[in-house]
């Protein structure tokens, strides 16, 4: 190879560090997926849970001494009970579905990443064959000046 040809250059080198593609999709989210996420957060947690224990209990409790606004057997209850799991259904089905279109992109960014990793080592493979062909080529014209010499020493 000849001083004027060039080597194939890297295809995703990048002198500067690419942003972190969580954070891109993160902060490109909408006010409903991140309220979304939010509450899926919030109701999947043991203090949630525990929360909601303790508002069914003290409802219990002040609705069975005195004077009772929702009276054994706590129909109003049922009824918030009944609306909060179809609200909860709903906000995991689209938590869920963000999610999915997460793990989808996360999906092909992995994909795209491998295959500009697959080119670079391609190239990366091309100029490492280009070098040894170089080094064989000068070491076949090494041999032979060498050998040109000690038939000259030889001669002389």
Known sequence: MSEHQHHPTLTSARLVPEVNWHQRRTAALGLGDRAADGLRNGMGSWGFVFAFLAFMGLWALVNSLGRAWDPYPFILLNLFLSMLAGLQGA??????????????????????TNRAAKEDVEVLLRVSAEQLRTLRALQADLTERLERIERRERGA
């Open 91 to 112: 906000i995991l089905l689209i938590a869920a579905k963000r999610q999915d279109a997460v793990a989808a992109a996360l999906a092909q960014h992995d994909y795209d």
